[in-house]
C-alpha cells in the first residue's frame, strides 16, 4: 500500500506561531513513518511557506519560546528566508496553525480553493470557534450558559461596559487563542491598560465576568453525521487544568516551569461529567464542527454551575496540551490518533469532490 503524502504546515503569521513549533514536532513524530510520507511546511512571519526538516523544529526550540520570540528579526536567525518549490501538491495537509491566518478559516479555505483534503474543522466552525463572541452565541441558542459579556471595538466603550458587569473581569481579544493578550481586572484603574493590550492584538475585544473557576476541559474528535463507529462523533474523558498563578495565561501555558499542573480524570460527579459531555458535543455540532476540537468550561467555586468558555477547533498536541492526553486516557494513544484524523480529512475530502461542479440542465 502506498504512503500518503502529508504536509504538516506550522507556524504562521499570528502572535500564537512559536506555540506550532512543539505541536508539529508531536504530530510529525506520531505520523506512522510506514503509512506516511511526511513534510514539514513553515510559514515565515512574513508569509512565506517553506519546505523544512524535523532537524529545524529541534533548533527552533532550543530558542525557547519566550515572550519575545514574535519578532521576524528572531525568526530570521534560524535561516527562514530560503524558499522553495512544490512541483506536486500533498494528498492531505495537518494544518498546526494557532490563531488568526491558521485557526480561522483562512488556511481552510486556500485548501479548499487548491482541493486538497485537511485535518480538522472547516470553513465556517474555524471561523465561528475563533471568534468568542460568536461561539458563545451559539452556545446560548444551544443552551449552554455563558457568563456575562461584551464586546467593544472601542476603548471609550470599555468604563461602561466595566461598570455594567462589575469587577473583576477579564479583557481578552476576541478572536485570538492561547492566552495571548488577556489581563484579569479587579478595578477600573487597571482596566484601561488591559484594553489598550488587547487591543494590540485585535480590532474587538471581549469583556466578561470573572468568577473563581476551575477550568475543565474536553476533547471532541469524528463526524457529527457518519453512523460508522469508527469515525462517530464522541466526547473524551474530562481533565481539569490545576494553574499555580492567579489564571492559566500564556506564560503560565508555555514559558513557566512547573506552573501548571492537569488531572485526569477531573474530580467531577458522573451527573457533571456527562454534563459537559454534552455540552461538548452539543456546541461541536452548533458550530458545523469535524474532525476534532477542545471545548474549555469554567465551574464556579462558590455555586458549581458549570459555564462555557470557548472552543478550540485546533488544539495544540504539546507535551503539557489537554487534547491527546484526555484521548490517551480514554483509550486512543496518539498514533491511532492521527490515522483516525487523517481518515476522517480523506472522507470528507471524497465527499467534496463527488459533488457537481456544473449545474443541472
Not at 474543522?121 to 444551544?142: H, N, P, V, W, Y
Request: hydrophobic share 40%; glycine share 6%; net charge positive.
Amino acid at each position: 500500500m502506498a504512503k500518503k503524502r502529508v504536509w504538516i504546515v506550522g507556524g504562521g503569521e499570528s502572535a500564537e506561531r512559536d506555540v506550532s513549533v512543539v505541536s508539529a514536532r508531536t504530530i510529525f513524530h506520531a505520523l506512522d513513518p510506514k503509512k506516511y510520507e511526511k513534510e514539514l511546511i513553515w510559514i515565515s512571519p512574513q508569509g512565506q511557506w517553506i519546505k523544512k526538516d524535523i532537524i529545524f523544529i529541534e533548533q527552533f526550540e532550543k530558542v525557547k519560546i519566550s515572550q519575545t520570540a514574535h519578532s521576524s528579526k528572531n525568526l530570521s536567525s534560524l535561516s527562514l528566508s530560503e524558499g522553495f518549490h512544490v512541483k506536486t501538491l500533498p494528498e492531505i495537509v495537518f494544518p498546526v496553525l494557532h490563531g488568526p491566518l491558521g485557526e480561522d478559516g483562512s488556511i481552510q479555505g486556500f485548501l479548499e480553493m487548491i482541493h486538497v483534503p485537511y485535518v480538522g474543522c472547516g470553513i465556517l466552525a474555524s471561523a465561528l470557534g475563533m471568534d468568542k463572541e460568536f461561539a458563545k452565541i451559539l452556545a446560548e441558542r444551544a443552551n449552554i450558559p455563558v457568563l456575562p459579556y461584551f464586546c467593544i471595538y472601542d476603548l471609550k466603550e470599555a468604563e461602561n461596559v466595566a461598570r455594567k458587569l462589575g469587577f473583576p473581569v477579564f479583557v481578552k481579544p476576541a478572536r485570538l487563542g492561547s492566552s495571548v493578550g488577556i489581563s484579569k481586572v479587579t478595578s477600573m484603574g487597571q482596566l484601561l491598560p488591559a484594553v489598550k493590550n488587547a487591543f494590540q492584538y485585535d480590532t474587538k475585544v471581549l469583556i466578561e465576568k470573572a468568577i473563581e473557576p476551575r477550568e475543565i476541559e474536553c476533547a471532541v474528535l469524528g463526524d457529527p453525521h457518519s453512523f460508522e463507529p469508527r469515525f462517530q462523533l464522541r466526547a473524551s474523558a474530562l481533565g481539569e487544568v490545576v494553574p499555580h498563578s492567579e489564571f492559566y495565561d500564556y506564560k503560565t501555558k508555555y514559558l513557566a516551569q512547573n506552573e501548571a499542573g492537569r488531572e485526569i480524570p477531573a474530580r467531577l460527579s458522573v451527573r457533571q461529567t456527562r454534563q459537559i459531555q454534552d455540552y461538548s458535543l452539543r456546541i461541536f455540532k452548533a458550530l458545523d464542527g469535524y474532525g476534532l476540537g477542545r471545548v474549555d468550561f469554567l465551574i464556579d467555586k462558590k455555586t458549581n454551575k458549570v459555564y462555557f468558555n470557548e472552543i478550540n477547533t485546533l488544539p495544540g498536541f504539546t507535551s503539557t496540551s489537554m487534547y491527546p492526553a484526555l484521548w490517551e486516557f480514554s483509550g486512543i494513544k496518539i498514533q491511532s490518533l492521527m490515522d483516525i484524523l487523517i481518515e476522517l480529512a480523506l472522507k470528507r475530502g471524497a465527499a467534496t469532490r463527488r459533488l457537481k461542479k456544473t449545474p443541472l440542465v
